[in-house]
């Protein structure tokens, strides 16, 4: 079996609003992050499957006849998703020499490529040779799904190798999504490589790099919305690094010493996601206002000074805060907190939100399209932002990344996983996925 | 009639929980602030009075007879205290020379004085001539109550002058307060001056500067606790101007605006306010611990978070709070925001708790003095700080004195009105009352 070359991308992921009251049964809103992870599968007659991360500094290959005994006793699979078997994730373990308790992300990434491409083609007749190089715009372990854009990648293109999802692009330089049914599959198997990564994963990370768009989790429950608007922001690593898991102990022991007043913090967050979703709503249908942009900067605010409260706070946010709303943004963490990420939204600019609107009435239709993503609420600028605010974006951009920040100037809201032509893709990423 | 020189003081106020919710129906604490307004009544045989305020630059003196027909046809009033007798504020607003609608501080301070003094001795045959002079520690206008311990001297030093209310001194070097019914008058008459002042107070500054300690408002009732420690703060001054008026509304606008988030923030204040309440009657009767002042200091994290959420906070309030927290204390601002003032709490030190604790346990006794004002919770160092603490404090006022902002370091919980023999005052306060 020989399959064909493709190239798919998909989505990092933010968390809008609720990050740690999620935990306590709370609202959230997570957003994919338009810094995109990349894959290129191209089949070979090598007689080798490969795998190729240059992010993590990770090479592995492998003959696929030494992979062939761990399926051949199996029932085909292909395109079939229950539980993650337990029992092949110990093969591929011993297989690939990843030591038990391994948590390290090379080996992780591996094990979830090779249980993955095992699953995917075990109803095969022969496991097809092919090398699989992955490259992201992503951080690693910054809480911006990195694992789950990488699982996602995996899914849809090994899916569509197998031919159980559809691998059509309509024009030479087209991107393409799949249909709801696909992307339901693709989400599955990904789910399934995220189990692998992270042992217990809540879902919501590979959803979002396989939907895009925002998405509603609350109470284990994972909503997307409709129609949501893209929103341009920047994105900041204040590359202070935390443990996620003593931050969320740190907040349940902070509402058990004051439970009347953290209690109430809680439902105040959880109004603070509903509020902002409905805007997001109003924003995607009514087109946006420079009104609605001050409420989401408001709920921006509110919720950064709401997860201080909650002790998730760190000086290196606060400093984040400050420099951006020296130049009139506002910003607020994403994550865990107490240091990693932090979101500051961008402005379109009042010229820009008028023209949008005046193209919008021209048009007849919403500013939207139909698909679910948002599209630029402005017309002018690649980015959607006027000169104004496009400047401002860069004074703040220079000033984050003197004060020793990784900074992005990216959207949020896009789609989520896609398949490329290979000249649609940016041509840096291109270059990094076909070097040899 | 002539009357005796006598000296009297009574402290500022801030807010230290509470401010903004209460008007929302919420609780507030409000505390006794060891900056004082002292107050020299000196009888003379110049058949004048005369009223000296040098820290607003105000120096009136009438002659007696020229007052005494605007009492003639009036009723004895001595000691009694209802309602203020708008006819009298307005015969007197002519009779100085204030025109209708002035708000300017010195001519309020003189309304005041004047209807204090003429309400005050109504009854008496004459009028005594007299000279009163008043300084104060207090920054006036900063929203620390410097009106209240002002009309609050003259209550107290005019009621004694009448013989109204006692003047005993039993030591040369001593102090001493008034009974609880003497000092319910002294409020009740300071009260009208407030009100000739402000229009419509609340009363809580004016029972803050009689009684001192600690005050529970809420839903209009003013409570003072029982027993409460001293505790040693910095007082700053960012001198950035706000108007309450305004910030109040922008709270109530936010509240419509978003109230399913902001109804549970004050419920969270409201919380904060009453586990400041249980923390500080815990430590005047059992002892302070490091564990109730790191509580405290949570208490004032979380509640100048919840205030910047209301939109009162300012830029110089968030360096206030970041400069002091790198010297490991907690800040947050107090009265209405928007600039104005901010406290800053100072651990003890951890020799100081310790030997409290040591001191307290040989005496048997806790470490609250009887009278329901507190005592410092340390013994060393005049200001119960240890030397440790001491030196971060200096550092801390030295740093913020850099910064532009004005700053003390005083005490909040201490006593409230009262009498003084000259050589128990501050030689500096006795020389600018007796200077001529």
């Known amino acids: 079996m020989h399959v064909g070359e493709r190239f798919v991308s998909a989505p990092g992921k933010a968390i809008l609003h609720g990050e740690h009251a999620v935990v306590h049964g709370k609202v959230a809103l997570a957003v994919s992050l338009n810094l995109r992870t990349y894959l290129r599968l191209q089949g070979t007659a090598s007689g080798q499957i490969c795998i190729h991360l240059p992010n993590i500094d990770t090479f592995r290959a492998w003959d696929v006849a030494a992979l062939q005994p761990l399926v051949s006793d199996r029932k085909a699979a292909g395109g079939r998703c229950g539980e993650l078997d337990l029992e092949l994730v110990e093969r591929l373990r011993a297989f690939a020499g990843v030591a038990e308790g391994s948590t390290d992300s090379g080996n992780m990434a591996v094990l979830a490529f090779l249980y993955l491409y095992l699953s995917g083609f075990a109803g095969a007749q022969t496991l097809p040779s092919m090398s699989v190089r992955v490259w992201s715009e992503l951080p690693t372990g910054a809480g911006l799904g990195s694992s789950a854009a990488y699982t996602v990648c995996l899914s849809a293109a090994l899916l569509s190798a197998r031919g159980t999802i559809s691998s059509l692009l309509t024009q030479p330089q087209d991107t393409a999504s799949w249909s709801e049914e696909e992307l339901t599959l693709i989400n599955k198997w990904a789910f399934q490589g995220e189990k692998i990564i992270h042992g217990n994963p809540s879902g919501v990370d590979n959803a979002v790099a396989t939907w895009g768009g925002i998405l509603r989790y609350h109470a284990g429950k994972?909503?997307?919305?409709?129609?949501?608007?893209?929103?341009?922001?920047?994105?900041?690593?204040?590359?202070?690094?935390?443990?996620?898991?003593?931050?969320?102990?740190?907040?349940?022991?902070?509402?058990?010493?004051?439970?009347?007043?953290?209690?109430?913090?809680?439902?105040?967050?959880?109004?603070?996601?509903?509020?902002?979703?409905?805007?997001?709503?109003?924003?995607?249908?009514?087109?946006?206002?420079?009104?609605?942009?001050?409420?989401?900067?408001?709920?921006?605010?509110?919720?950064?000074?709401?997860?201080?409260?909650?002790?998730?706070?760190?000086?290196?946010?606060?400093?984040?805060?400050?420099?951006?709303?020296?130049?009139?943004?506002?910003?607020?963490?994403?994550?865990?907190?107490?240091?990693?990420?932090?979101?500051?939204?961008?402005?379109?600019?009042?010229?820009?939100?008028?023209?949008?609107?005046?193209?919008?009435?021209?048009?007849?239709?919403?500013?939207?399209?139909?698909?679910?993503?948002?599209?630029?609420?402005?017309p002018n600028g690649a980015n959607g932002l006027s000169e104004t605010a496009q400047r401002v974006a860069q004074e703040a951009v220079w000033e984050l990344r003197e004060a020793g920040f990784e900074c992005w100037e990216t959207s949020i809201g896009g789609p989520g996983v896609l398949l490329h032509c290979a000249t649609s893709l940016p041509q840096g990423v291109l270059d990094v996925l076909t070097s040899h």
Not at 255 to 274: G, H, Q, T
């Open 222 to 378: 994972i909503t997307p919305l409709s129609r949501v608007p893209l929103l341009r922001i920047l994105l900041t690593n204040t590359k202070v690094p935390r443990s996620t898991k003593l931050l969320v102990s740190g907040v349940k022991d902070k509402i058990n010493k004051f439970p009347s007043i953290m209690v109430p913090v809680l439902e105040s967050v959880d109004a603070v996601s509903r509020t902002c979703e409905l805007t997001l709503r109003e924003m995607a249908t009514a087109g946006a206002s420079a009104q609605q942009y001050d409420t989401l900067e408001e709920l921006m605010d509110i919720n950064q000074h709401h997860l201080s409260v909650m002790g998730v706070g760190h000086p290196a946010l606060d400093t984040l805060c400050r420099l951006t709303l020296a130049h009139g943004l506002h910003s607020k963490l994403t994550g865990a907190g107490g240091g990693g990420c932090g979101i500051t939204l961008l402005r379109p600019g009042i010229e820009a939100l008028w023209l949008a609107l005046l193209l919008a009435l021209l048009r007849g239709a919403s500013t939207t399209v139909g698909n679910g993503w948002g599209s630029p609420l402005a």
